[in-house]
């Protein structure tokens, strides 16, 4: 069910980019370009069904975003992702013996939103935002020890989130404003990992061998950002922190920084 309804909502953000695309072409708009580079890092290993990952990612990109009307905002962005050392441990069922590897991540960022001016007042506003991320992360290349036996994995993970979020915006200077948002986001995880052993092994483990975990865990939880703005008709500087909960179903928080420069059109 909620598998169906996170595919809805993914229906539902292209079919509103769709309806507006023949707007696009028929009258001038507003484009705001905006590179930008990002950080996140789980407070502490995500762990579900005997598996714990070592969330991180660094990700550079291109976020596109135009005015329809106005009210409505549509929005994309895409990314490249890379962390120099993450992490995943596995725990064999039979053995309850845990395997540790650890090496370098790379994946691809992507996401599609829009949001809705709901009130405005003077050099202040609330929005409502809908925004679908999606986080390929491959880490082929996975070493470590266990039981002082070399151990060589892979995991390849799929970080899924759905944001409802309402975004007020104050100014706080003649150059700057003050961006506090809050809401839900609905997230999916889906790892595939892998342990092997090409020597060693005892009892009912003998090697070569291997460890092959899956998950697949869906929940929602809160989440909050606050942003720094520049104030230019042009082209301005954003700087955001914020914090996602993933307390629900894996025990632990991501904290994220995100810089980035706008070009408008």
């Given at each position: 069910?909620?598998?169906?309804?996170?595919?809805?909502?993914?229906?539902?953000?292209?079919?509103?980019?769709?309806?507006?695309?023949?707007?696009?072409?028929?009258?001038?708009?507003?484009?705001?370009?905006?590179?930008?580079?990002?950080?996140?890092?789980?407070?502490?290993?995500?762990?579900?069904?005997?598996?714990?990952?070592?969330?991180?990612?660094?990700?550079?990109?291109?976020?596109?975003?135009?005015?329809?009307?106005?009210?409505?905002?549509?929005?994309?962005?895409?990314?490249?992702?890379?962390?120099?050392?993450?992490?995943?441990?596995?725990?064999?069922?039979?053995?309850?013996?845990?395997?540790?590897?650890?090496?370098?991540?790379?994946?691809?960022?992507?996401?599609?939103?829009?949001?809705?001016?709901?009130?405005?007042?003077?050099?202040?506003?609330?929005?409502?935002?809908?925004?679908?991320?999606?986080?390929?992360?491959?880490?082929?290349?996975?070493?470590?020890?266990?039981?002082?036996?070399?151990?060589?994995?892979?995991?390849?993970?799929?970080?899924?989130?759905?944001?409802?979020?309402?975004?007020?915006?104050?100014?706080?200077?003649?150059?700057?404003?003050?961006?506090?948002?809050?809401?839900?986001?609905?997230?999916?995880?889906?790892?595939?990992?892998?342990?092997?052993s090409e020597t060693g092994g005892r009892g009912v483990i003998r090697c070569p061998c291997s460890v092959t975990?899956?998950?697949?865990?869906?929940?929602?939880?809160?989440?909050?950002?606050?942003?720094?703005?520049?104030?230019?008709?042009?082209?301005?500087?954003?700087?955001?922190?914020?914090?996602?909960?993933?307390?629900?179903?894996?025990?632990?928080?991501?904290?994220?920084?995100?810089?980035?420069?706008?070009?408008?059109?």
């Amino acid at each position: 069910m909620v598998k169906t309804t996170l595919n809805f909502l993914k229906l539902t953000i292209l079919a509103f980019i769709y309806q507006f695309s023949e707007t696009q072409y028929a009258s001038a708009l507003d484009i705001n370009v905006s590179p930008f580079a990002l950080y996140e890092q789980g407070q502490e290993s995500i762990t579900i069904d005997g598996v714990k990952t070592k969330y991180g990612l660094g990700a550079v990109g291109v976020a596109i975003e135009t005015m329809l009307g106005e009210k409505f905002k549509i929005g994309t962005r895409l990314g490249y992702g890379y962390h120099p050392n993450a992490g995943v441990s596995l725990t064999d069922s039979v053995s309850q013996i845990a395997v540790d590897v650890t090496g370098p991540v790379s994946g691809i960022y992507r996401g599609v939103g829009v949001d809705y001016l709901l009130w405005t007042k003077s050099d202040t506003s609330v929005r409502s935002t809908l925004i679908y991320l999606r986080r390929n992360i491959d880490a082929p290349d996975l070493t470590g020890f266990a039981n002082s036996r070399a151990i060589s994995g892979s995991a390849v993970n799929d970080f899924d989130t759905l944001d409802l979020m309402f975004d007020a915006k104050f100014r706080i200077s003649e150059a700057a404003f003050l961006n506090v948002a809050a809401g839900l986001s609905q997230w999916n995880l889906k790892t595939t990992a892998t342990a092997r052993s090409e020597t060693g092994g005892r009892g009912v483990i003998r090697c070569p061998c291997s460890v092959t975990k899956r998950i697949n865990t869906t929940s929602v939880d809160p989440l909050l950002s606050i942003a720094v703005s520049s104030d230019n008709p042009l082209h301005n500087f954003e700087f955001k922190v914020y914090g996602r909960s993933l307390e629900s179903k894996a025990g632990t928080k991501i904290f994220g920084l995100e810089i980035g420069y706008n070009f408008k059109f």
